[in-house]
């Protein structure tokens, strides 16, 4: 149930995630927005899930409240940064969902909300959990 987060924090999460050897599960309860939601596909394959009325959203990342201010020079620096990282968050959401690098680039120019059964058919989880498994 994340409203997203920092863009430097999820890169982190993603490599701890890439290197631990144990299986990861995610699971989306509400919503899994921005750096949420690339957590949220970044879970091993056929372990990533979503509840049926959760929202996932997608999207470039953002400079709200960072106070960005400075000389022309250091805005067009922060500016030059922001863009790799929106190329690194395209790069590693393409690679867990199957989608061209192409495809998610435009589908993350501006928010791009989700259900979960649509979530499912991008990619970014692999099933929707409608009622607990019987043991």
């Known amino acids: ?18 290197f ?5 599960t995610t699971i989306c309860i509400g919503k899994a927005m921005s750096a ?9 394959k056929k372990k990533r899930f979503a509840l049926p009325n959760a929202r996932i959203m997608i999207h470039q990342p953002l400079v709200a409240g960072e106070g960005l201010t400075g000389s022309a020079t250091d805005i067009d620096i ?12 395209i790069e590693i ?9 192409e495809k998610v680039r435009m589908d993350t120019e ?3 909300y989700m259900s979960a059964e649509e979530a499912k058919t991008y990619g970014l989880v692999d ?9």
């Open 36 to 44: 949420g939601a690339l957590l949220l596909a970044c879970g091993n």
């Open 93 to 101: 959401l393409a690679k867990h969902t199957g989608q061209s690098i």
């Open 20 to 24: 631990i050897k144990s299986p990861i």
């Open 110 to 112: 501006r928010n791009f």
């Open 78 to 89: 922060e500016a030059r940064e922001l863009i790799l990282a929106k190329n690194r968050l």
């Open 127 to 135: 099933e929707i959990i409608i009622t607990r498994k019987k043991e």
């Open 1 to 18: 149930n994340s409203p997203g987060g920092s863009v430097p924090a999820a890169l982190a999460i993603y490599d701890t995630m890439q």
